[in-house]
């Protein structure tokens, strides 16, 4: 199993540009998560699922969109970038029964807004 | 809503000597606890949980935690620390019913040869 993957891994962003994040995981699992890691603030959820065609927000959403059609896809979408959002993204798969089991993450994908 | 505390943002360790991360929490409904590891330029691993028993739970690479409800803490130890273990660690909550985790800000250890 590959696990939790993104892509990019890095990219850079004219303020106003549009760009999607894609993760992918094969393990099957019902749960997933977007969040963002700015320096010295720990993680924040910025949505997640908890299931094919179920979505729901996080603590930081504003900016950004969600899809889940597929099980083993959840792709974060920024529609205009903003410097505020520079930033290393996570996303995470937790398995069947969520809530207090593993959170997986993928590797990160570093973003920068100019 | 739950939140958590991390008071220490960088620790440094001697090789070979112990080490405490410290993580406080507040919630008013019953918990789970994480404790997460993040090396350089990677994502985070799960390094050991607390969801119900035993209040002492361990890893299995040296740590041990300690779920301690009158003081809403859930410290992470080590009794010797290695090179290796030089990371960020973040302590997070999950509150009973809910999908979110909450993580604390992190701590970076830095372990000195």
């Known amino acids: 199993n590959a696990g939790v993957t993104q892509t990019p891994k890095f990219r850079i962003l004219k303020i106003g540009q549009s760009m999607t994040l894609q993760c992918t995981q094969d393990?099957?699992?019902?749960?997933m998560y977007w969040y963002r890691q700015d320096p010295g603030m720990g993680l924040k959820l910025i949505y997640y699922?908890?299931?094919?065609?179920?979505?729901d927000k996080g603590e930081v959403p504003n900016g950004y969109n969600v899809s889940r059609s597929t099980t083993e896809d959840f792709p974060l979408r920024l529609e205009l970038a903003a410097p505020s959002q520079t930033s290393v993204y996570f996303c995470?798969?937790?398995?069947?029964?969520?809530?207090?089991?593993?959170?997986?993450f993928g590797p990160g994908t570093r973003l920068l807004v100019l | 809503a739950q939140s958590v505390t991390q008071l220490d943002s960088q620790v440094p360790v001697f090789e070979e000597a112990p080490v405490e991360l410290r993580c406080n929490y507040s919630?008013?409904?019953?918990?789970?606890l994480f404790w997460y590891v993040q090396y350089p330029n990677q994502g985070l691993q799960l390094l050991l949980k607390?969801?119900?028993?035993?209040?002492l739970v361990e890893s299995i690479n040296g740590f041990e935690a300690e779920f301690n409800k009158s003081q809403t803490s859930f410290h992470l130890r080590k009794p010797s620390v290695h090179i290796s273990d030089t990371a960020e660690y973040f302590c997070?909550?999950?509150?009973?019913?809910?999908?979110?985790?909450?993580f604390g800000k992190g701590t970076k250890l830095s372990v000195i040869p």
């Open positions: 995470a798969s937790e398995g069947l029964a969520g809530g207090g089991e593993t959170q997986y």
């Open positions: 393990m099957n699992h019902n749960y």
């Open positions: 699922s908890v299931g094919a065609g179920i979505t």
């Open positions: 919630s008013s409904v019953s918990v789970y």
């Open positions: 607390y969801l119900s028993g035993s209040t």
């Open positions: 997070a909550v999950l509150g009973a019913g809910s999908y979110q985790l909450t």
